[in-house]
């Protein structure tokens, strides 16, 4: 049985990360089960795909288990997840999804964890491999970068009006397949040279 973690975060003011460990599948059916009856954005719980050793700092993270791409620029629509259905897909909209403008994240559960030490090169390879895999828009690569960063839940707005087909737009899914390893072992990033200070 595959097991991932993750941390939680109960909302956007916390530091204090809860860590948890679950199998994929388990993981997979919390992410994509809406938070319902939420009024505004910041009401929403967060989680990331690190786990840190303390408070959620960049200084405390240890290890990253998923990949994430947090997709807001409306130029591939949501559907893009079934390009990476090679391997395990969870994937949800975001609570600001409209059908004129699609919002959503697809996150990538790891066969083996990257080291926060590492992910400076890791976030390159990840970023390639969305490039070699959807053509087309791209992922918030600030967040990608961010080894700390945190994402709301899957949420439904508390107002929701089924018979309105612009309300009626939350989707998320889960697509079950193999784990997928990320490769950065290319990725070379070229140490600062600095300048030894000359005393008198």
């Known amino acids: 049985m595959n ?3 993750l941390s939680l975060i109960p909302h956007l003011k916390s530091n204090k990360p809860q860590t948890l460990k679950r199998p994929i599948h388990i993981i997979a059916q919390s ?3 809406p938070i319902k009856g939420i009024a505004h954005k910041n009401d929403i719980p967060l989680w990331s795909p690190t786990v840190f050793n303390g408070n959620r700092s960049g200084a405390n993270a240890m290890q990253v288990f998923h990949l994430v791409y947090d997709v807001d620029d ?4 949501f559907s893009t997840w079934r390009l990476f259905s090679d391997h395990y897909v969870i994937a949800h909209t975001s609570f600001s999804h409209k059908p004129e403008h699609h919002k959503y994240r697809i996150i990538i559960p790891l066969a083996l964890s990257i080291p926060a030490s590492d992910w400076s090169r890791a976030c390159i390879a990840a970023k390639e491999h969305w490039d ?3 053509y087309r828009g791209e992922p918030d690569n600030k967040a990608l970068k961010d080894v700390a960063r945190i994402y709301y ?3 439904h707005k508390s107002q929701l009006d089924k018979n309105d087909p612009k309300q009626d737009i939350q989707r998320s899914v889960v697509y079950p397949g193999p784990l997928f390893e ?3 072992k290319h990725i070379k990033i070229e140490k600062k040279q600095t300048v030894p200070y000359k005393t008198a």
């Open 3 to 5: 097991e991932s973690f």
């Open 132 to 134: 070699n895999t959807v």
């Open 74 to 77: 409306g130029i591939a629509p």
């Open 182 to 184: 990320l490769d950065y």
């Open 153 to 155: 839940r899957y949420a």
């Open 31 to 33: 992410l994509t089960t």
